[in-house]
């Protein structure tokens, strides 16, 4: 690239999109200059397009215009570079694998399909820049004169699909609507000219199909067809580790998405006519009223597959659409975690087993939002206290994980067996320890903190943000001061943050403006590995595999009892947890784990709250024991 020179005939290069803006003369070379260098001086860089925008030099509808106007030399990984959906480093990620591929493809297919874009941020960035309206075919009522000119060769590529007349010519939906082979190809069958339209490459495929089977229009599924949809699904969902399915009905189609590493990502879509179907089909899986649409439900399926058996929760939310289900998996026959194991750092691995678990009562709460790991930690501790010599009972909805020895019990509404009705019964079972699935309301936390009182040890689940959050929230359920303080042994809060796929993790250096976001300097963070995935074929081209644990553990002292019974704010119980209980909060931890290379610095910011800035790493490591 030429540089700045004043005297250099040849102007800088600034991408193709600023340089057809320079061209058309919405924006002038000093002005770009001008752009580039407020960008070096950012602490979060943008695209060079979005400063000239934020600057006021041109409009979004100039830009639009000049895109439009110079499309045919646009192209596809630049486009979406300068737009900011995609960084360099994908781009040349994608390059790569599109040279070393086996079979020719295409860039935009290699962005897709190697997850460095979803599919509709890349047709939706082509329709809203190239103002090519995005169409799909199998919700369409298509042409099918236009669908049998197409040459099944053409077809077999299902690199567009034609969809009407419109205007004396013929509306041609692309999948890469910037590939002129293709729109070239499309012109020569419908020589009367073509109006270009986006849509989804497994959209057209999809069309193809059922135009080859003689199927026009929509097809209606029957119960058979929706049985064995929903069974692939789960399948389908079971092969890729995947915790949750979200079914959701939108105005035109039903979205299946899974929720895999924490992340929602799309799955399949189908035909809105299939929504009754699938609805009653998982109704009957879980035993639920198929007549009621108009109230929300929920059930449990137990699911046998060659593989094994997997018990899944299934919710149905009532929506202006349909029902939106949610089917929750859990493996019964789950593998459990030893405590050692779960990703405690070893001084807070051994503050927890002395202060906490081998306490001969109180009440120890796992807490964090759903998916945060909770029932994987409360069971490793159930499994380390699993002894002979003690007697374990558990009130849970539902069972997820089976644990020899130990008797317990999963609620069942239906049959009237409440978390009222269990926990009355529980504590004449003569136990030592009791493990309560959810503290979900006054009446639950009552006998949490009586069977305390009465010399039981109490393990528990509750969905609060941080430690700290627990204590309020109980506080809050009119639990008194004095049983909170006196009951109440230890809160441990969790997150999972993604972990840093090991293939292609590489060395990473924080920028300043990232330093200053949690009160550090170059200088502070010396020894530190900070890392990032670039992405490869082993973690799906995200970065990331696998999760990892991130703790904070508080282990109530005398101060932190003083300040309950004064029912101090949560600010002051924090600090006072900080100076004198050892409290490492989640966000440290986080960022020490991100310094050691096992996640990175987005994810700590994405999922950990941060309520205090965080102490130096050194100090932090120090209270972790590492």
Do not use: W
């Not at 508080?554 to 009892?561: A, Y």
């Amino acid at each position: 690239m030429p540089k700045d020179n004043p005297n250099n005939s040849e102007p800088a290069s600034h991408g193709e999109l600023i340089d057809i803006l320079i061209k058309e003369g919405l924006l002038s070379e000093k002005q770009a200059l001008h752009a580039a260098r407020l960008r070096t001086k950012l602490v979060r860089p943008k695209p060079l397009l979005e400063i000239v925008k934020e600057l006021g030099y041109v409009t979004a509808d100039q830009v639009t215009a000049a895109i439009r106007k110079n499309k045919l030399s646009m192209r596809i990984g630049s486009l979406l570079l300068e737009l900011g959906l995609i960084s360099e480093a994908d781009l040349e990620a994608a390059f790569q694998i599109q040279r070393t591929s086996k079979t020719p493809q295409k860039l935009g297919e290699v962005l897709v399909n190697n997850n460095f874009i979803k599919e509709f941020k890349l047709l939706e960035a082509l329709s809203m820049q190239l103002g090519y309206p995005f169409v799909d075919p199998r919700f369409t009522n298509l042409d099918v004169s236009l669908l049998h000119q197409i040459p099944v060769t053409y077809r077999n590529k299902a690199s567009y699909v034609p969809i009407e007349r419109q205007e004396h010519q013929v509306v041609v939906a692309f999948a890469n609507v910037l590939d002129m082979d293709d729109q070239e190809e499309a012109r020569t069958i419908f020589p009367e000219g073509i109006l270009p339209a986006i849509a989804t490459r497994e959209s057209i495929i999809e069309t193809y199909q059922r135009f080859e089977r003689g199927s026009q229009t929509k097809e209606s599924l029957d119960d058979d067809s929706a049985s064995g949809i929903v069974e692939r699904i789960i399948l389908d969902a079971i092969e890729l580790d995947v915790s949750d399915i979200h079914m959701e009905p939108l105005p035109d189609r039903l979205r299946i998405r899974f929720r895999r590493d924490g992340v929602l990502e799309p799955y399949k879509d189908f035909p809105r006519e299939i929504i009754p179907n699938i609805s009653s089909r998982i109704k009957i899986m879980c035993k639920a009223d198929i007549a009621e649409k108009r109230r929300h439900q929920g059930g449990r399926i137990l699911f046998e597959y060659p593989g094994g058996e997997l018990d899944m929760r299934a919710s149905f939310y009532v929506t202006i659409h349909g029902e939106a289900i949610v089917l929750r998996l859990l493996n019964r026959q789950g593998n459990l975690i030893d405590i050692a194991s779960v990703g405690m750092y070893p001084k807070i691995l051994k503050r927890f087993l002395e202060g906490a678990l081998s306490r001969p009562s109180g009440v120890v709460i796992i807490t964090g939002p759903t998916g945060s790991g909770k029932t994987t930690t409360v069971y490793s501790c159930i499994h380390h206290l699993n002894t002979p010599l003690l007697s374990i009972i558990t009130a849970e909805e539902p069972v997820e994980y089976v644990i020899p020895g130990i008797s317990q019990c999963s609620i069942d509404p239906k049959i009237n067996l409440t978390f009222e009705e269990t926990l009355r019964h529980i504590v004449r079972q003569d136990p030592d320890v009791i493990l309560i699935g959810e503290i979900r309301d006054n009446y639950s936390a009552e006998v949490a903190v009586q069977a305390a009182l009465t010399g039981h040890k109490v393990l528990t689940t509750f969905h609060t943000e941080d430690s700290i959050g627990g204590l309020i929230r109980l506080m809050n359920m009119d639990i008194e001061a004095f049983l909170i303080s006196s009951t109440v042994v230890s809160v441990v809060a969790q997150r999972l943050l993604r972990r840093i796929c090991p293939e292609c993790s590489q060395p990473y250096k924080p920028s300043p403006g990232e330093l200053q976001l949690f009160g550090y300097t170059q200088a502070t963070i010396q020894g530190s590995n900070f890392r990032k995935g670039t992405g490869c074929a082993h973690c799906r081209y995200t970065g990331y595999r696998g999760r990892i644990a991130v703790f904070e553990l508080l282990i109530l002292d005398e101060m932190v009892r003083a300040a309950i019974l004064e029912r101090r704010t949560s600010f002051d119980i924090r600090k006072i947890a900080l100076e004198s209980a050892g409290l490492v909060t989640l966000f440290e931890e986080g960022l020490v784990k991100a310094a050691e290379g096992q996640t990175t610095l987005e994810e700590v910011m994405r999922c950990l709250p941060l309520v205090l800035k965080p102490r130096p790493l050194e100090e932090t490591r120090r209270l972790l024991g590492v």
